[in-house]
């Protein structure tokens, strides 16, 4: 067992550290304060290879290791916090589960401009009745002649405001394998986007409604059946989330920890009372715990696909190590920490989201507790009770 890098990742690392301190550091404040996509970084990122990294090189990716991406966001989060959503983007999301199972023609009118920093693609997932439990989603495709018949509506959608086109997971027939996945673009008659909302974070979403909006076939990404094969990617887009909420809880410790070996109080620095060394003792061990648990579902993947225990014991880790770490580092450095004048705040605004987003805390730990056990705990009421 080797816990180091090996000198390849090292030497990548240090490529995209530099990358990030050259591009993205001067604009990291504003940049997380403007709740649209960053259209401008992507484009960077395309021209230094960090879109695609675990996409296939023939399909314009690097064919790389989800390791890889996971050393991406952590280098560029460190820099610039708001431009890890784009290694996100461009690696972990909704592109990833496209590349996979995408026909030949679908990837040549979308993947090329998703990998340059073009377009961006948004996952239709969440409805109002169905959140947690997704699969109650209602959201119908109705076969018609050579389309699909869509209705429905979405909730939620990171980008949605300015996505171009929508994967969308909808329900061709009843139950668990009546569930698929159709794109969508933007401008489709009987597509209505509505008006941006905002999360804690200032993220924008906006509701997507579906009244007989016709979808080619042609757009149908996975027919019945395909919901398993979407959990599988969405796996990696939860490596994603769990990789960003630890980098970001990383940049508040950095931050709080340099903030308290220099700022005085009691003609002391801060990092000299103890009542903050043991905080910072604590917040240390609990990045460190979460690293590897992240680092090992990264590393233990299965064609490129990481396993659903190692990803849900990572993210629960991740999800609390980060926003643990981003409020405890608020703490330490008082109504600077709480100000918009650091990122800080932000970070612990945004790690709070990964704890409900991809997954909620609570739901991996249903997952964790199957394994734990070994047996399936069903969530729904038995069938008497659920009619009553
Ligand atoms: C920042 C952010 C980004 C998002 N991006 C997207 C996106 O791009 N696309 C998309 O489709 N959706 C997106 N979502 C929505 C996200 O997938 C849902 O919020 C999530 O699935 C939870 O659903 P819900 O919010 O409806 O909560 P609910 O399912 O109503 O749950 C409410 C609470 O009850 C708990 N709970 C529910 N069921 C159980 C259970 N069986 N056992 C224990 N606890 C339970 C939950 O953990 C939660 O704490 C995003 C959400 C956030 C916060």
Not at 43 to 68: F, N, P, Y
Not at 168 to 195: A, C, D, H, Q
Not at 274 to 302: H, I, S, V
Not at 367 to 372: G, L, N, T
């Amino acid at each position: 067992m080797n816990f180091a890098f090996t000198d390849e990742q090292k030497m990548f690392a240090d490529e995209i550290r530099k990358f990030a301190l050259k591009h993205l550091a001067k604009d990291a404040l504003p940049r997380a304060h403007d709740p649209r996509f960053p259209f401008d970084v992507a484009k960077l990122m395309h021209a230094q290879g960090l879109m695609g990294i675990t996409i296939a090189q023939a399909d314009g990716g690097a064919g790389g290791t989800l390791m890889d991406a996971v050393i991406a966001i952590e280098q560029v989060a460190a820099v610039c916090p708001r431009s890890a959503d784009v290694v996100q983007f461009g690696n972990f999301g909704p592109i990833r589960t496209f590349a996979e199972y995408a026909t030949a023609e679908q990837k040549k009118l979308w993947l090329t401009d998703l990998l340059a920093g073009n377009m961006v693609i948004s996952l239709g997932m969440s409805e109002p009745e169905a959140g947690s439990a997704v699969t109650d989603l209602a959201t119908s495709a109705r076969p018609d002649g050579s389309h699909y018949v869509v209705n429905g509506t979405k909730v939620f959608s990171t980008f949605s405001p300015d996505a171009a086109i929508f994967l969308v997971y909808v329900r061709y027939g009843p139950g668990l394998n009546g569930i698929g996945s159709v794109i969508v673009e933007r401008g489709t008659k009987g597509f209505t986007i509505g008006p941006p909302q905002r999360f804690m974070s200032a993220e924008e979403w906006s509701e997507l409604h579906f009244e007989n909006c016709r979808v080619p076939a042609a757009n149908v990404l996975l027919g019945p059946g395909g919901f398993k094969k979407q959990i599988a990617s969405f796996n990696v887009e939860r490596l994603g989330n769990s990789a960003r909420s630890l980098a970001l809880g990383r940049y508040a410790y950095d931050k709080a920890r340099d903030y308290a070996s220099t700022r005085r109080q009691f003609g002391r620095p801060l990092c000299e009372f103890q009542g903050l060394q043991w905080k910072f003792a604590d917040m240390a061990m609990k990045l460190e715990a979460a690293q590897l648990l992240l680092y090992r579902a990264a590393t233990n993947t299965d064609r490129g696909l990481p396993s659903a225990y190692e990803t849900a014991v990572a993210k629960v880790a991740c999800n609390q190590a980060g926003f643990e770490l981003a409020h405890e580092a608020v703490q330490a450095m008082g109504a600077l920490g709480y100000s918009s004048q650091t990122l800080v705040e932000y970070c612990m605004r945004r790690c709070r989201g990964w704890m409900i987003a991809g997954g909620s805390i609570e739901m991996l730990k249903n997952r964790i507790a199957e394994h734990v056990f070994d047996r399936r705990f069903d969530q729904r009421p038995p069938k008497a009770e659920a009619a009553e």
